[in-house]
């Protein structure tokens, strides 16, 4: 349960700390006063969705935390558990913040955690309904969770969701692959004459690079010999050449060094340049042998890098990417040729799994009417105590076994009403009352969640459209559920809030342009009080306070 709630710098609530029991708190208040702040509060704390406007006027930032009494939810044990959040004596704190710059941070038992975590925890703590739940009701998707959710036949659902994406998948691949093999002849064709012309030209990996280097070599051989045989002269063939010259240096030097020894030195490094060039003009001689003059080999070089160029301008590719390219298109031809084979397959698979999908969805379908015929049963008989002797309730389920397969099975479920006697169910949209249509949504949302192990149920002015003695009724329907929950109701009735367990007082004040909202919870002579004003009106009279003392005595 919920056992404290603490608002600061929300909207019009400077700051806020109520401590909360078990059984049904009311929450009352003039219209407009913020009572539904509060339900937002609570809706920040189970992950909705944050905007900096909610931020108090002038202040950086809005935090709200609330803490709850696990007791055995063994659901949010386990999320914690999963998360190496510490939990201290079965109760968690969770904590909102809200900052002006727009960012908004969450915590656990003082651990930062992501804001959807606070999603998956809160759905396990408060279940809110608002004032307008009844408009979603009329939602065929709406209908379609509360029937599965009173049903509680989970292993069906998350079967057939499993087969349905399962079979979706498969229906992905398979659309792939029968748009790749769209004109699959064709496509087939072109692909295996190109592989075949580039495999009969056979370019290599490098071929190209190594081609045209030879090509430079061969197409300037002459002047590679002249420039290389006027090197070797140089070096050392002439009467002046590098190493004759060398040579005589060194003599002299030598000469030279008897007079002073510290030419020795310059001596051996002229000694060294004269073994280097020396060794210089032997690689040139051999150089000038390997050189190739062969006009055969040249126009052979030359008609092969021609081939390659003419390959590549066709596909448009450089001609050093032809082996890689001539590869990619061998794959393409292979994956071609195989895929009316996994097409087959793939079929084949889907074809066994729409077959366990329609096992799952029968199972889903037989289980979805056993709980229809209950709730219709329950409901019903709600609607009598509610005011609508002779209404009757009906959930309807049509299979569509001739649809695809939908991630929540076949079937078209529709909620039915008939508010008075002798008339035929109708679609439950297409009830006119707003009294008759709040009430119905009050039962279902009484009778769905009877079974429920969520601790915490807010109901925001559910009442609305509702008044006389069907109003008592609807706030001994609420306060039933304290049985199994802990209750909170925002209303405007007298009726339901006299058999609140715990009042809060919602009220809205204005001093030097400054708005604020405080919740005050209200002894007996208050509670009086705020009764009487809630059966009379603005002006309280001694007989209004006298029939709130009857509600609150009964």
């Given at each position: 349960?919920?056992?404290?709630?603490?608002?600061r710098?929300?909207?019009?609530?400077?700051?806020?700390?109520?401590?909360l029991?078990p059984?049904?708190?009311?929450?009352?208040?003039?219209t407009?006063?913020?009572?539904?702040?509060?339900?937002?509060a609570?809706?920040?704390?189970?992950?909705?969705?944050?905007?900096?406007?909610?931020?108090?006027?002038?202040?950086?930032?809005?935090?709200?935390?609330?803490?709850?009494?696990?007791?055995?939810?063994?659901?949010?044990?386990?999320?914690?558990?999963?998360?190496?959040?510490?939990?201290?004596?079965?109760?968690?704190?969770i904590?909102?913040?809200?900052?002006h710059?727009?960012?908004?941070?969450a915590?656990?038992?003082s651990?930062p955690?992501?804001?959807?975590l606070?999603?998956?925890?809160?759905?396990?703590?408060?279940?809110?309904?608002?004032?307008?739940?009844?408009?979603?009701?009329?939602?065929?998707?709406t209908q379609r969770?509360?029937?599965?959710?009173?049903g509680?036949y989970?292993?069906?659902?998350?079967?057939?969701?499993?087969?349905?994406?399962e079979?979706?998948?498969?229906?992905?691949?398979?659309?792939?692959?029968?748009?790749?093999?769209?004109?699959?002849?064709?496509?087939?064709?072109?692909?295996?004459?190109?592989?075949?012309?580039?495999?009969?030209?056979?370019?290599q990996?490098?071929?190209?690079e190594?081609?045209s280097?030879e090509?430079?070599r061969?197409?300037?051989a002459?002047?590679?010999?002249e420039?290389?045989q006027?090197?070797t002269?140089?070096?050392?063939?002439?009467?002046?050449?590098?190493?004759?010259?060398l040579?005589?240096?060194?003599?002299?030097?030598?000469?030279?060094?008897?007079?002073d020894?510290?030419?020795?030195?310059?001596?051996?490094?002229?000694?060294g340049?004269?073994?280097q060039?020396?060794?210089?003009?032997?690689?040139?001689?051999?150089y000038?042998?390997?050189?190739?003059r062969d006009?055969?080999?040249l126009?052979?070089?030359?008609?092969?890098?021609?081939?390659?160029h003419?390959?590549a301008?066709?596909?448009?590719?450089?001609s050093?990417?032809?082996?890689?390219?001539?590869?990619e298109?061998?794959?393409?031809?292979?994956q071609?040729s195989?895929?009316?084979?996994?097409?087959?397959?793939l079929?084949?698979?889907?074809?066994?799994?729409?077959?366990?999908?329609?096992q799952a969805?029968?199972?889903?379908?037989?289980q979805r009417?056993?709980a229809?015929?209950?709730?219709?049963?329950?409901?019903?008989?709600?609607l009598?105590s509610l005011?609508?002797?002779?209404?009757?309730?009906?959930?309807?389920?049509?299979?569509?076994d001739?649809?695809?397969?939908?991630?929540?099975g076949?079937?078209?479920?529709?909620?039915?009403?008939?508010a008075?006697p002798?008339?035929?169910?109708?679609a439950?949209?297409?009830v006119a009352?707003?009294?008759?249509?709040?009430?119905?949504?009050?039962?279902?949302?009484?009778?769905?969640?009877?079974?429920?192990?969520?601790?915490?149920?807010?109901?925001?002015?559910v009442?609305?459209?509702i008044?006389g003695?069907?109003a008592?009724?609807?706030?001994?329907?609420l306060?039933?559920l304290?049985?199994?929950?802990?209750?909170?109701?925002?209303?405007?009735?007298?009726?339901?809030?006299s058999?609140?367990?715990q009042?809060l007082q919602?009220?809205?004040?204005?001093?030097k342009k400054?708005?604020?909202?405080?919740?005050a919870?209200?002894d007996?002579?208050?509670?009086?009080?705020?009764?009487?004003?809630?059966l009379?009106?603005?002006?309280?009279?001694?007989?209004?306070?006298?029939?709130?003392?009857?509600?609150?005595i009964?």
């Amino acid at each position: 349960m919920l056992k404290q709630l603490l608002i600061r710098n929300f909207a019009v609530i400077e700051e806020l700390d109520l401590t909360l029991r078990p059984g049904m708190t009311v929450f009352t208040g003039e219209t407009g006063a913020g009572k539904s702040i509060l339900v937002g509060a609570l809706g920040l704390i189970l992950g909705d969705r944050a905007d900096s406007a909610i931020i108090r006027a002038g202040c950086e930032r809005t935090e709200i935390s609330a803490d709850f009494s696990l007791n055995d939810n063994s659901d949010v044990f386990r999320i914690l558990e999963q998360q190496a959040i510490p939990l201290d004596d079965n109760e968690i704190l969770i904590r909102r913040v809200i900052s002006h710059d727009g960012r908004s941070r969450a915590f656990i038992n003082s651990t930062p955690v992501p804001v959807n975590l606070l999603r998956s925890i809160g759905e396990h703590l408060i279940d809110i309904h608002g004032q307008h739940a009844h408009q979603s009701l009329m939602k065929h998707d709406t209908q379609r969770l509360l029937l599965d959710d009173y049903g509680a036949y989970h292993e069906e659902v998350d079967a057939v969701n499993a087969a349905y994406n399962e079979w979706q998948a498969l229906q992905s691949k398979i659309a792939e692959l029968s748009g790749k093999t769209d004109d699959h002849s064709a496509q087939l064709t072109l692909l295996r004459y190109q592989v075949q012309e580039l495999e009969t030209l056979a370019p290599q990996a490098g071929e190209y690079e190594s081609l045209s280097e030879e090509f430079r070599r061969l197409d300037n051989a002459q002047r590679l010999i002249e420039l290389t045989q006027m090197a070797t002269q140089t070096v050392t063939e002439n009467e002046h050449s590098l190493t004759g010259t060398l040579a005589t240096t060194i003599r002299d030097l030598q000469e030279a060094q008897q007079f002073d020894d510290a030419l020795s030195g310059i001596i051996e490094l002229l000694e060294g340049a004269e073994i280097q060039l020396s060794e210089a003009g032997d690689e040139l001689r051999r150089y000038l042998d390997k050189i190739d003059r062969d006009p055969q080999r040249l126009h052979i070089v030359e008609q092969r890098l021609s081939a390659l160029h003419d390959m590549a301008r066709k596909h448009q590719i450089q001609s050093q990417q032809l082996a890689g390219y001539l590869e990619e298109l061998q794959q393409q031809l292979q994956q071609m040729s195989n895929s009316q084979q996994q097409l087959g397959e793939l079929e084949e698979k889907q074809a066994a799994c729409l077959s366990r999908y329609r096992q799952a969805a029968t199972r889903l379908h037989q289980q979805r009417v056993e709980a229809a015929r209950r709730i219709s049963t329950e409901i019903t008989q709600s609607l009598e105590s509610l005011g609508m002797a002779g209404g009757q309730f009906l959930i309807t389920l049509e299979t569509q076994d001739d649809q695809p397969p939908g991630p929540h099975g076949n079937d078209h479920i529709e909620f039915l009403v008939s508010a008075n006697p002798g008339q035929p169910p109708q679609a439950l949209r297409k009830v006119a009352s707003g009294g008759e249509l709040s009430r119905i949504s009050l039962a279902i949302q009484v009778i769905s969640n009877n079974d429920k192990v969520i601790p915490t149920l807010v109901f925001d002015e559910v009442d609305a459209g509702i008044g006389g003695g069907v109003a008592e009724i609807v706030g001994k329907l609420l306060h039933s559920l304290t049985d199994k929950h802990q209750v909170f109701c925002v209303t405007h009735l007298p009726q339901v809030a006299s058999l609140g367990d715990q009042h809060l007082q919602v009220q809205k004040s204005s001093r030097k342009k400054i708005t604020r909202t405080q919740v005050a919870e209200l002894d007996d002579d208050a509670r009086i009080e705020e009764i009487a004003r809630m059966l009379g009106g603005i002006k309280i009279t001694e007989q209004s306070r006298k029939h709130a003392r009857e509600m609150l005595i009964n």
